[in-house]
């Protein structure tokens, strides 16, 4: 069995930052605060350790600040590690921060043969690829102006244009696809593709799972200082975009504790953890809900979906009104309030469910059809005569999740096509 060859092997690699604390802005402040000079030390990778075999593609996911733009420096060797290790086999290219190794007071052109020279290139293969480079940028009307005259598009395509005719063994790339307009993107990405398929090693930061699940092979997802996961993107992408969800939810929710104050607010703050800010509570309450909340299949609170997946809906109720006949309903509306879906326990001329003093009501979703957005949850507790008991508008919010997909509105069918 032959041995696999790692372009990228990184080992325990810990990096920290010296952040030093405001001197102030004011005068006053200065003259207070002149021998003020106490930093903290930021602690950014914690001892990750990763390899990346040659000709793979990896993105590299999380947060705004967790390190991944760190981590692309310390493959480039802009910055060193505090401790462990960093190797990275051959020619390395690199796109991390727009126009690094520009002139500004140098044309495209002589700028071009500048970055070409770090990414390790000779004159005579700069000679050779200077056509394509500027056929690339699409920038030949002003290859011969200085750069401090571009646009950052322009900066960026230039950039791009050197950095991937390079014939880079390793290419690491930063954010550089969100620049730029979308024809150029395009145009980008493709190339990158074509670059993997000659087995250049990629390891890409982006803030754009559709880009990364296009083009990665594996996604790491760090956290904390750590990798938190580190798998197959699809996988590694929705266990990441799930945590960003769960936060938005938890950050509304803390929303609604203030939003929602007033007497009836409060009493819908009771029912549930994640309470929409934007829920409403109306009804005599002589049934009143006590407790809501949604299941997955597992039987895990959750409150982010996939379509066809298992959902369930529970909640409970309380009445001084033993031996009530009453009518549960539930409905989903999109964001957009459009409405999508109600359901009720009876339809009329059924007998009505007759109440305990207390109870709870189950209701299963086997495979849910709404398709991937967001969604309000209504529930509601009818009397025989139309009476409104308990109703309780955009309780909590559930997401369907993203994925690529080819039907679009608020459901899918079980569907085929065919052509013959
Ligand atoms: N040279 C530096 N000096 C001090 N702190 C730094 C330095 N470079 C980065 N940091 C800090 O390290 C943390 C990680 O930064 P980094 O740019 O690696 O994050 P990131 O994951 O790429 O974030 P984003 O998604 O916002 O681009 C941030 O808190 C940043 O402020």
């Known amino acids: 069995m032959s041995e696999i060859q790692y372009s990228v092997e990184v080992k325990d690699v810990e990096k920290h930052f010296k952040v030093y604390m405001d001197k102030g802005s004011t005068l006053k402040e200065r003259a ?7 930093h903290e030390n930021r602690q950014i990778l914690d001892g990750i350790s990763f390899e990346i075999p040659k ?3 990896v993105g590299l996911i999380g947060r705004n600040g967790c390190g991944k733009s760190t981590t692309l420096k310390l493959l480039t060797k802009i910055l060193k590690p505090n401790s462990g290790t960093v190797k990275v086999e051959g020619r ?16 495209g052109r002589e700028n ?41 598009g322009m900066y960026m395509r230039l950039a791009f244009a050197v950095a991937i005719n390079v014939n880079a063994d390793v290419l690491l790339i930063d954010e550089i696809l969100a620049v730029g307009d979308v024809s150029f993107q395009k145009k980008c990405f493709e190339r990158l593709k074509e670059i993997k398929e000659q087995g250049t090693t990629i390891v890409i930061v982006s803030h754009s799972m559709e880009q990364l699940y296009s083009i990665c092979d594996r996604l790491i997802w760090l956290e904390e200082g750590k990798i938190k996961e580190d798998g197959s993107p699809k996988l590694i992408g929705m266990h990441y ?19 929602l104050s007033d007497e009836r607010g409060r009493s819908i703050l009771e029912l549930t953890q994640n309470v929409h800010p934007e829920a409403r509570r109306d009804g005599s309450h002589e049934v009143r809900f006590t407790k809501v909340d949604l299941y997955d299949k597992d039987g895990n609170p959750c409150q982010t979906f996939s379509t066809g ?33 109600g359901s009720c326990f009876a339809k009329p001329g059924d007998n009505l469910p007759v109440l305990e003093k207390e109870g709870t009501v189950t209701f299963t979703i086997e495979k849910l059809m709404l398709l991937p957005g967001k969604y309000y949850l209504d529930i509601g507790i009818n009397g025989e005569h139309g009476e409104l008991y308990d109703n309780v508008r955009n ?25 013959v």
């Open 32 to 38: 207070i605060f002149h021998n003020r000079n106490r």
């Open 55 to 57: 000709g793979q593609a």
């Open 92 to 107: 390395v290219s690199s796109l991390i921060e727009l126009g690094a190794g520009f002139h500004p007071d140098m044309s």
């Open 112 to 152: 071009i043969y500048i970055n070409a020279t770090i990414f390790g290139l000779k004159k005579e293969e700069i000679d050779e690829r200077l056509e394509e480079i500027i056929r690339f940028s699409e920038l030949e009307e002003y290859i011969d102006n200085p750069v401090r005259t571009y646009s950052s």
């Open 241 to 259: 975009l799930d945590s960003m969800e769960d936060e938005r939810i938890a950050r509304l929710a803390e929303e609604s504790k203030e939003k």
């Open 309 to 341: 997946d298992k959902v369930v809906l529970k909640f409970s109720y309380a009445t001084a009104l033993k031996g009530i006949a009453v009518n549960f309903n539930m409905d989903f509306v999109r964001d957009n309030w459009q409405y999508c879906y």
């Open 395 to 419: 309780i909590m919010q559930i997401t369907v999740r993203d994925y690529v997909h080819n039907e679009f509105g608020p459901c899918t069918f079980e569907h085929d096509w065919e052509i």
